[in-house]
């Protein structure tokens, strides 16, 4: 086979390219209405009132973690197998992770761990729902109540998931998306931040431009007011108009492609589920996952990563735990056994909307003939 089947796609529409030659013939690039208009369309998807967008998904988990007064040495619970992009925040309010393990052969944080690990040090919780499958939200989030914890619902390869009928991120005090160009929807680079109050959602938005009241920042011939003053310093996380104006050209029509992707997800299901040597990553008969990519379970995982390669089909182990990284500078010492299973086990399909019938079966042919070759 020649062809080479990539991991992820990437949204690329006639629309996206005549929205960018607008913004750039207009001069207004760095701001403009495609930013209230993207959020608008964000806020229709997810279901959540109070969205703001981000300069990149990290920036908006930031955010959150400020917004929730995490700072130097508070603890925050989260699970070591995902992207650096959701942890690497953690590290940058000077707080310290608290490892939290998943269930056996899942990729859902292990509720029981998750409860034993709360100290009187716990400020927030990052729930990862893994590459689009929905985490149990509703759960942590009534622990969270209890105990006075925040939640952050990491969403960010999850848009139009769903669990318990609802979008993820409806139980979070704060959820996050991510628009990095292998994501549901393309921004080139962009995130966004929900709050569960408009006021929160206020604050959010000066902080990401430096603190700055927009309202009142400029006097009526467009100086900068003295009199506007700005009362706790923010950084530069703003989404820009260009990348807005991207995300705007696909809010239509991401619905169809994350169904389109269901859809390839059940032909392979369908092919891979006679293998006794495959273990499909288990979903929950009240989730929708969105699939980011389709996970299995399987021995000899590096053998059969290596051959599928060799084959011209891009798998992956998907993460590198994070509880490795000495960056983190905790003390902490944690036995997480089935994440390190996930580790070693874990395989990621291809299985998004630019899959063709024959690339459903090259990427089923070439695994059956690496699990053969793996005997």
């Not at 209230?36 to 369309?41: K, P, Q, T, V, Y």
């Not at 590290?91 to 992770?97: F, K, L, N, T, V």
């Not at 705007?248 to 992707?261: E, H, S, V």
Request: glycine share 6%.
């Amino acid at each position: 086979m020649n062809k080479i089947i990539p991991l992820f796609g990437v949204v690329h529409l006639p629309e996206m390219e005549a929205a960018a030659i607008e913004v750039l013939r207009s001069g207004r690039i760095a701001s403009g209405d495609y930013v209230s208009r993207f959020e608008a369309g964000i806020s229709k998807i997810v279901e959540q009132p109070n969205v703001v967008s981000t300069i990149d998904m990290t920036s908006a988990i930031f955010l959150a973690l400020h917004l929730a007064g995490v700072g130097v040495g508070d603890e925050v619970l989260t699970t070591a197998f995902a992207c650096m992009s959701t942890n690497s925040a953690i590290a940058q309010c000077g707080a310290i992770p608290v490892w939290v393990d998943v269930k056996f052969q899942t990729v859902e944080i292990d509720i029981t761990d998750f409860v034993v690990k709360i100290t009187e040090k716990t400020k927030a919780i990052i729930l990862y729902h893994v590459a689009g499958y929905p985490g149990p939200a509703k759960e942590i989030a009534a622990i969270c109540r209890e105990r006075g914890i925040t939640l952050i619902e990491d969403c960010d390869n999850a848009m139009f998931a769903y669990r318990d009928s609802l979008h993820v991120g409806s139980y979070g005090d704060f959820s996050v998306y991510s628009f990095y160009p292998n994501r549901q929807i393309n921004t080139a680079e962009g995130g966004a931040l929900t709050c569960k109050s408009s006021e929160t959602a206020s604050r959010a938005r000066k902080l990401r431009r430096f603190g700055i009241d927009a309202a009142t920042f400029r006097n009526s011939v467009g100086e900068v007011n003295p009199a506007s003053d700005i009362a706790e310093i923010g950084w530069g996380f703003t989404m820009n108009n260009l990348c807005a104006a991207l995300g705007c050209a696909q809010l239509l029509t991401a619905a169809d492609r994350a169904n389109k992707t269901r859809e390839n997800v059940a032909k392979l299901t369908e092919a891979i589920r006679s293998h006794e040597t495959v273990k499909l990553i288990p979903v929950p008969d009240d989730a929708l996952p969105s699939y980011w990519v389709l996970l299995l379970l399987v021995d000899d995982r590096d053998a059969i990563l290596k051959s599928m390669k060799i084959q011209g089909i891009n798998v992956s182990s998907l993460h590198q735990r994070n509880d490795i990284y000495s960056g983190f500078k905790t003390n902490l010492k944690f036995n997480l056994p089935n994440t390190k299973h996930l580790q070693d086990h874990i395989l990621s399909l291809p299985c998004g909307w630019w899959l063709s019938n024959e690339d459903i079966s090259n990427i089923t042919n070439a695994l059956r003939k690496a699990l053969s070759f793996s005997k």
